[in-house]
Antibody, heavy 116, light 110 residues
Framework: QVQLQESGPGLVKPSETLSLTCAVS?????????WGWIRQPPGKGLEWIGS???????YYNPSLKSRVTISVDTSKNQFSLKLSSVTAADTAVYYC?????????WGQGTMVTVSS | QTVVTQEPSFSVSPGGTVTLTCGLS?????????PSWYQQTPGQAPRTLIY???TRSSGVPDRFSGSILGNKAALTITGAQADDESDYYC??????????FGGGTKLTVL
């Protein structure tokens, strides 16, 4: 059974970099699929942040591209999100997910608040 | 930038049928966008219902079905139940594997 679990600081200061990790169990990231991040501000809809193919190719939301980096650590079977220069507008629940033709498997999500 | 459009809200009676749609601000939705649908209840992660236009995810009841209706993707719930009351999001794959979610539809069953 494939499971994804997000982790990282729940509070980040404005202008700093948000860093989250998604640990994958039950499947080796390097075996296939796309691995992505989606966020949801409080009371609002879902927003795709970006995805990474298992080979390392990345795809980013054009509106966030200048601030986003998604990377993988195959030795730990996890992938990461870095979002730089955060503001209050980046406050959201952040989900990691596995995808191919859709996002099929989701993590439970982690709340990140941007505040001083 | 292309916007994916959904009805903000919809209401259905228990046992009734409702069709939610997913369109584009410019152009028509086709199967080449690989439309998918997600159900989300408060405080929970989204649950995948439909992918590749009309394929149900494992464990999804057959009262949920997906299709293309005219120039939009559609999610039809036949025989709505109380626990279908949720937010529903569609997602489309654009060029270069850019994913775009619709704004979501809040479905009320009453």
């Amino acid at each position: 059974q494939v499971q994804l679990q997000e982790s990282g600081p729940g509070l980040v200061k404005p202008s700093e970099t948000l860093s989250l990790t998604c640990a994958v169990s039950g499947y080796s990231i390097s075996s296939g699929y796309y691995w992505g991040w989606i966020r949801q501000p409080p009371g609002k809809g879902l927003e795709w942040i970006g995805s990474m193919y298992y080979s390392g190719t990345t795809y980013y939301n054009p509106s966030l591209k200048s601030r986003v980096t998604i990377s993988v650590d195959t030795s730990k079977n996890q992938f990461s999100l870095k979002l730089s220069s955060v503001t209050a507008a980046d406050t959201a629940v952040y989900y990691c997910a596995r995808s191919l033709d859709a996002f099929h498997i989701w993590g439970q999500g982690t709340m990140v608040t941007v505040s001083s | 930038q292309t916007v994916v459009t959904q009805e903000p809200s919809f209401s259905v009676s228990p046992g009734g049928t409702v069709t939610l749609t997913c369109g584009l601000s410019s152009g028509s939705v086709s199967t080449s966008y690989y439309p998918s649908w997600y159900q989300q209840t408060p405080g929970q992660a989204p649950r995948t219902l439909i992918y590749s236009t009309n394929t149900r995810s494992s464990g999804v009841p057959d009262r949920f079905s997906g299709s293309i209706l005219g120039n939009k993707a559609a999610l039809t719930i036949t025989g709505a139940q109380a626990d279908d009351e949720s937010d529903y999001y569609c997602m489309l794959y654009m060029d270069s594997r850019i994913s775009v979610f619709g704004g979501g539809t809040k479905l009320t069953v009453l």
